[in-house]
């Protein structure tokens, strides 16, 4: 049974009283009906060594006097860094307004896009791992879309397999969420706000990491994983038209960090981290410091809480599950 505190922690995305919701429009219950009996796209991608080791050279944790170094030729894909392959396969004029990639996203008017959380799944054996030099398969569809509140959240389903189908080595879930205004930003400064006044006193964190995002940084991050997504690179656009206070650390670079924390608490521990579920809370900001916190969580065995706070401010919180090797 999930306990109170972690339910606390994560929440649900997809739960919400039935008093709160909107029925939507015909057309977006339509295009909802549509995406969601898609059969699954299958795509390839080798796992090759240069975007692996790009990435390794550009992640924060993995700078310093061992960073940097280039991965052997099958030698095994870190948890998390898939996210640099299968990179999307629109036409430049097929992007949205934002920059972003439209394949799955929602119709007009909800049009203004957020990474809002998600999970990763790898399996019990830490063998199945991907591997540099592998071509890999994955099958990606839309497990389930939902409008609420007056925005659209559109769950992805990917699952990354080796040659063999039969074996998968990642199997996670991508959660964008997708909002009609252009302005305001006033549903991220609410659930911010409830973040900032409603967290308990946490325990003492056993592993923890700082570093400031930077503009370049976030660059690499977007090239690497073929993100156009204006909120990353284009200050104008931040501050006009999303009203965010500076260009935004992309969710899933903050989240492959946590991961990387994680792994580190796999390491100290001898244990093997089999599920990472994350929600974004609140938008972090580029020359700010970051603070990524990992927390045992008290009566959870193989159970660790995961934070990111910039400024006192949690921008993303995480619960990592591990299990004995």
């Known amino acids: 049974m999930v306990s109170a505190k972690v339910a606390r922690t994560l929440g649900s995305i997809r739960c919400q009283s039935s008093s709160s919701r909107l029925a939507p429009a015909p ?4 295009w909802i009906e549509r995406i969601t009996s898609r059969s699954a796209e299958v795509t ?8 692996a080791s790009q990435l390794r050279r550009t992640l924060p944790t993995r700078l310093g006097p061992k960073g940097g170094l280039d991965l052997p030729d099958k030698g095994t894909l870190p948890k998390a860094h898939h996210l640099a392959y299968f990179q999307p396969g629109s036409l430049l004029t097929e992007l949205g307004e934002d920059g972003s990639s439209t394949e799955y996203n929602a119709p007009a008017p909800y049009l203004r896009r957020m990474w809002a959380g998600g999970s990763f799944e790898w399996p019990s054996d830490p063998q199945t791992a991907l591997r540099i030099g592998e071509r890999a398969t994955q099958a990606n569809s839309v497990a389930s879309a939902e409008f609420k509140s007056g925005m659209i959240f559109v769950n992805q389903k990917r699952e ?5 189908p039969r074996e998968w080595a990642v199997r996670e879930i991508r959660t964008h969420v997708f909002r009609r205004e252009v302005s305001g930003n006033e549903a991220v400064k609410a659930r911010a706000k409830k973040e900032a006044t409603s967290a308990t006193p946490p325990a ?8 400031t995002p930077t503009a ?3 660059f690499r991050y977007s090239a690497l994983t073929y993100n156009a997504h204006r909120i990353h690179y284009d200050r104008d656009w931040c501050k006009s038209v999303e009203n965010h206070q500076d260009l935004v650390v992309h969710g899933p670079l903050t989240a492959t960090l946590l991961v990387e924390l994680a792994e580190r608490v796999a ?5 093997h981290l089999r599920r990472f579920e994350y929600r974004a809370t609140s938008p972090m900001y580029v020359d700010r410091d970051i603070l990524m916190e990992a927390t045992p969580m008290e009566g959870q065995e193989g159970k660790v809480e995961m934070t990111a706070k910039q400024e006192g401010r949690v921008g993303m919180r995480a619960v990592a599950t591990f299990e004995a090797v």
């Open 27 to 30: 057309e977006i219950a339509a």
């Open 44 to 51: 390839y991608d080798d796992i090759d060594d240069r975007r």
């Open 160 to 164: 990354l397999y080796h040659d063999d």
């Open 204 to 211: 003492a964190p056993s592993h923890t990491f700082t570093y």
């Open 216 to 218: 370049p940084l976030l």
């Open 267 to 271: 390491l100290d521990t001898g244990t």
